[in-house]
C-alpha cells in the first residue's frame, strides 16, 4: 500500500513539474515573437526635416563662403589643391620621410630645424605657453585647463607640477634663475605669478589691483637685461568716466 501511495505522488509530482515547463515554454515562446521584441519606434521631430527652403539656403552659404572673381571655380581648385597635397604626401612617404623627418624654416630663417612631436600625449586641449630650460635639460609648458606640466627635453617624464593651483589662459611663460614667471588673463585670476619651487607656492605681484577688479592683461614682454624687466600691457576700466 504504501508503495503505491508513493508511486501516486512521485507521477503526481513528475505531472505537475512537466505541466509547469510546459505552461512557462509556451508563455516565454508568446513572448519571444520577433514583433514582440522589437524596440520603440523612435519619435521623429518633423521640424528635424530639411526642406527645399533649407537645402537652398544651405547651398547659397557654401558659395557665399568660397566667394571668388568671376569665372572662378572653386570646386575645381579646391580640388586641385587637394590632389597636389595628396601627391606630395604620397611623395614623402614614398622617400621615406615625413614632416618631422624634413627641415623646416620659420621666421624668415631665423628658426630652421626638424620639428617632431614630444609629448605629453595624455593632454587634451591646447598648449597656451611654454618655456624651455637648456641648462637643466626641461621644458616647462601651460594648457589651456591650467595645467602647468613638466618634462625633459626627449619628451620623457611629464608631470603635472601645480596641481594645487589652476592657472587658465596662461600666455606668458619665463623662467630665470629659479624663478618661474607666469601671466594669464583669465577672469578672477589675471595677474602676473611666480614661484621660486616648482610650481609648489605661487605669489601674486602687486600693482594690479585696478586690473583685477575690471579688466585683463593684453601683452607681457621680458627684457633680456639684469634685473629681468618685465613690461606688462593691460585693460583697466575707468569707474569714474563711463
Known sequence: MQKKVA??????????????MIILMIITKGKGEPEDRMPEPTVYN???????AQK?????????????????DWRKLDLQTRMALAANRTALLQAGSTRSDSWDTLATGYLVGKWSETGSFNTA????????????????????????????????NWAVINDHFNI??????????????????????????????EGISWEA??????????????????????????????????????
Not at 7 to 20: D, E, F, M, P
Not at 46 to 52: F, N, P, S, V
Not at 137 to 143: D, E, H, L, V
Not at 218 to 241: G, K, R
Open 168 to 197: 587658465q589662459s596662461a600666455h606668458f611663460l619665463r623662467k630665470t634663475d629659479s624663478l618661474l614667471i607666469v601671466a594669464t588673463d583669465a577672469w578672477a585670476t589675471q595677474s602676473v605669478y611666480r614661484t621660486a619651487d
Open 46 to 52: 518633423e521640424r528635424h526635416q530639411e526642406d527645399a
Open 205 to 242: 605681484c602687486t600693482g594690479f589691483e585696478n586690473m583685477t577688479e575690471w579688466g585683463y592683461i593684453m601683452d607681457v614682454e621680458m627684457l633680456n637685461d639684469a634685473t629681468h624687466t618685465i613690461y606688462a600691457l593691460v585693460l583697466e576700466w575707468d569707474y569714474t568716466d563711463w
Open 125 to 156: 586641449g591646447r598648449m597656451r605657453a611654454t618655456e624651455v630650460d637648456f641648462e637643466n635639460n626641461n621644458i616647462y609648458t601651460f594648457t589651456q585647463g591650467g595645467n602647468l606640466w613638466k618634462g625633459d627635453l626627449s619628451g620623457d
Open 7 to 20: 508511486l501516486l505522488i512521485v507521477g503526481i509530482t513528475v505531472g505537475l513539474t512537466i505541466g509547469t
Open 56 to 72: 537652398d539656403a544651405r547651398a547659397a552659404w557654401i558659395e557665399q563662403m568660397h566667394a571668388a572673381a568671376p569665372g572662378t
